[in-house]
């Protein structure tokens, strides 16, 4: 599902999401003021909160890399693709959450190529 990040944390009514609702080719449903995504899974029609399939995403990259690997995964660095005008906000949530982070887990925020830990 691409752009489903972009909803996280907004409202349905957002101009953003209204904008990006005419673009995506999923459908895009209001559950409680919060965008969701309604699709036919399994022969059922489901509405999902975005960070439902984010979860499904990252669940599924880890038994990938599991399964390329041969062994169970326990640390994981997952990079995060920062356009230049959004680097400073993406720092200062980085530097919040790096605070309540447990000890084994690492964040690295990529803007172009530079790579910050």
Same mark, same amino acid.
């Given at each position: !599902?691409? @752009?489903?990040?972009?909803?996280?944390?907004?409202?349905? @009514?957002?101009?953003? &999401?209204?904008?990006?609702?005419?673009?995506? +080719?999923?459908?895009? &449903? @209001? $559950?409680?003021?919060? +965008?969701? #995504? =309604?699709?036919?899974?399994?022969?059922?029609?489901? &509405?999902? *909160? +975005? $960070?439902? &399939? *984010?979860?499904?995403?990252? /669940?599924? !990259?880890? $038994? /990938?890399?599991?399964?390329?690997?041969?062994?169970?995964?326990?640390?994981? #660095?997952? /990079?995060?693709?920062? +356009?230049?005008?959004?680097? =400073?906000?993406?720092?200062?949530?980085?530097?919040?959450? @790096?605070?309540?982070? =447990?000890?084994?887990?690492?964040?690295?925020?990529?803007?172009?190529?530079?790579?910050?830990?």
């Amino acid at each position: !599902m691409c @752009s489903i990040k972009r909803l996280i944390g907004r409202s349905y @009514s957002d101009k953003t &999401v209204q904008h990006d609702k005419k673009l995506l +080719p999923y459908e895009i &449903v @209001s $559950e409680k003021g919060k +965008p969701n #995504v =309604r699709v036919d899974y399994m022969g059922q029609r489901k &509405v999902f *909160s +975005p $960070e439902e &399939v *984010s979860a499904v995403i990252l /669940t599924k !990259m880890k $038994e /990938t890399a599991e399964g390329f690997l041969g062994r169970s995964l326990v640390n994981a #660095v997952v /990079t995060v693709g920062t +356009p230049a005008h959004r680097q =400073r906000p993406v720092l200062g949530l980085r530097g919040q959450l @790096s605070l309540k982070a =447990r000890s084994d887990a690492h964040t690295v925020v990529r803007t172009g190529s530079r790579l910050l830990q």
